[in-house]
């Protein structure tokens, strides 16, 4: 199927590896150009190393914390210096994973500044350009904890859910004027933040890396992690034109993990 994807400009975020790696390579893949970030300058070379040997998009890097406020409009100037956005992919790193009765007021301000605010300020400059040429995606990564909260990760469930609400104002204000806003909420995949994660928890609850890994895994009816490329594919199918008439809702890929409907 061709995206018509050729021709669009896209900043994805959290770009250097795992599924916002993903998304950056399959959107490239479909034609796009494609700005990708991180924090971490050589993982971030990496990447683009990596993206260049899957694709002849044009490609643009920068260096970003994406939690330091100050420096995402820099981000947004790199991402729409040759070419105004129109796919705007919000994907970031997890929240410090803890119960209500550990997690820290440091730990919660950590998630906000993580999962919402960029969330909020890329998409407050995103928009101006997007209504004024009537075409824009904007797609946020979640997670399926913000659908089915997780009592062991109650930072990223609490923030998840506003990230999901914020997708359905901005959608409700915005969709007759040829902007989407979606969220994607991602189940266990198989991805080096995942792995990272198990060993975290595995130090706290006194199991096995291997045996976190394997029940998270489980969690799901297939019985395995996800492919983030299936992901990335969903990515650029929404931030195509044939993605016009789905805005202000969340789709899970997650393998059915999520028992609502």
């Not at 998630?111 to 824009?136: C, F, N, Q, T, W």
């Not at 991602?186 to 096995?208: H, I, M």
């Not at 489980?218 to 992690?225: G, K, N």
Request: aromatic fraction near 6%; include cysteine.
């Amino acid at each position: 199927m061709n995206l018509d994807l050729q021709g669009k400009n896209a900043l994805v975020t959290g770009s250097s590896y795992g599924l916002g790696f993903a998304c950056a390579k399959v959107l490239a893949q479909e034609g796009a150009a494609v700005t990708i970030c991180g924090r971490d300058p050589v993982k971030l070379q990496s990447a683009a190393t990596d993206l260049a040997a899957f694709t002849s998009a044009k490609l643009a890097t920068h260096v970003v914390d994406l939690t330091n406020e100050n420096e995402l409009p820099l981000l947004f100037e790199t991402a729409q210096a040759k070419a105004p956005v129109d796919i705007l992919v919000v994907s970031t790193g997890h929240p410090p994973t803890h119960p209500f009765s550990v997690a820290t007021d440091e730990q919660w301000q950590q998630g906000i500044d993580l999962i919402l605010r960029p969330a909020i300020v890329l998409s407050r400059l995103a928009l101006k350009s997007m209504l004024e040429r009537r075409y824009g995606r904007i797609i946020f990564i979640g997670s399926i904890f913000g659908l089915e909260p997780e009592q062991s990760s109650v930072v990223q469930s609490t923030l998840r859910c506003g990230l999901n609400a914020l997708a359905k104002c901005m959608a409700t204000e915005n969709a007759q004027h040829g902007v989407t806003v979606n969220v994607i909420c991602p189940g266990y995949f198989d991805t080096p933040l995942v792995r990272e994660l198990a060993k975290q928890y595995a130090n706290t609850s006194d199991k096995a890396v291997e045996t976190v890994l394997q029940d998270w895994a489980d969690y799901a009816p297939v019985r395995r992690f996800g492919d983030p490329d299936d992901l990335g594919s969903l990515v650029a199918f929404l931030a195509s034109p044939k993605g016009q008439f789905i805005t202000g809702t969340t789709i899970t890929i997650d393998g059915g993990a999520v028992r609502q409907y």
